[in-house]
């Protein structure tokens, strides 16, 4: 038994529950935090080490063996990202300390953010679709609350859309899991590979996966992403970032293991289908994030032009696309943590959000703006920063597979990137200031210094690709053979 493989998502569950009883003692909430995450990034480090050495790793609670217990299956992907998940929550927490405010830390906000990794984690982690969509619910109830944290109008107005848009796509889930089980008579992901190989992905299981994908993509944002731009710009700072860096990866996430494991067998239908929505998602999301001039609004939609790219590779589905995919995933976490920190930064100094209203940043507060400038770079794929590396793997899957066109519109999606960020950088930056020094707002340190952790990882992740790369080419070569995971979960030891 691999007990260790549940504990990312049981560290930060009892860390929630506890924290609940210390709602009066912030500096102990905060402490307590500061050491639940770094726990949770220690034992990922183990298990992604552990499983270099051992292979895919799996917990049967209760010692009911697959396919009829509940198990969480632990392979290179989801741990690569639940690591991920530990280094961007701990530097938001440092960002938090300084930047969330007495009233919202009264108001339960550091359990509600572990509860919403323990959602996160246990998606990841877990081996049947049934548990997936519990994990799905728990963080979906987290960010409810997170979202509507200080009830201002706007972040009411935007959590009716949210909220809504969720509990039909949860509806959506329950349907599919329904029809799933009556058709097949299992819900363990790897029984369920073996099932739909035996006896074919016929019209009906075809249909099955249709609903999947429209489930998934309402939770990522591919295609489906109007509700987005509005709830990820509505709530404080450090929870947009949460969100941004965090909840679209976990429907991303899941779409890579439900249509690499279980449903591979139609990709003329499927996959040509997310092919289509992927490049209608890079096309929507660079058309708006030129349209906004409010600097919150125009980092929402580069969350989605980047949904679009990372499942380029899961539409090309080779392996060296799958690597792509992979290494932009863990950067996009981490980059679009660092934008939505900056961007709330830059409203918190000026009072504003419009791009027009900013001017001369720059000069007030240099090392801001040259990380945005490094953020900027690291999104438009410029070596030796971690965006390149994937950028390069998935454009080289989509050449091998022949989706030239899908490659033309993803790497002219980078160029849009760098061009709705050029207008911040310009408009805001650079230019005369606009604050004199009676109305100079001081940038505190708690919330300057996980900007900079931000920015050297994405330096390290570029220059350091090298020694990811056996862990990101083990996740890979799982994905492009699901016997791998089959093998693990229904004939290996647990």
Known sequence: MNNIVVMPMVVPLLTGILLVFLRSQVKIQQLLSIFSIITTA?????????IQ???VLRIDFGGWMPPYGISFVADSFSVLLVLTTAIVTGILLIYAFSSIGRAHENMFFYPFVFFLIAGVNGSF??????NLFVCFEVMLLSSYVLITLGGRKVQLVESIKYISINVLSSWFFLV??????????TLNMAHLSVRIAEVGQGPLLTVISIIFLLVFSLKSGLLLYFWLPGSYSAPPTVVAALFGALLTKVGIYAMFRVFTLIFYHEQGVTHLLIGIMAALTMIGGSIGAIAYNDVRQIVSYNVVIAVGFILVGLAVSTEIAFQGSIYYLIHDMIIKALLFLIAGTMVYLTGTARIEQMSGLIRNYP?????FFITMLSLAGIPPLSG???KVYVGQGAIEAGSYLLLAIAFLSSIFVLYSLLRIFMN???GETIINEDDDVPLKKGM??????FGILTIVLGIGAEGLAPYVTDAARTLANPEIYIDAVLNGEG
Request: proline share 2%; net charge negative.
């Open 42 to 50: 220690v034992i990922s480090v183990y298990i992604l080490n552990l």
């Open 53 to 55: 050495e051992d292979g």
């Open 125 to 130: 982690l877990t081996g049947d679709l049934f």
């Open 176 to 185: 599919g899991i329904a029809y799933l089980y009556g058709t097949v008579g």
């Open 367 to 371: 090392l801001l703006g040259w990380l």
């Open 388 to 390: 390149f590396i994937g």
């Open 428 to 430: 805001c930056f650079w």
């Open 448 to 453: 300057l210094i996980p900007l900079v952790l």
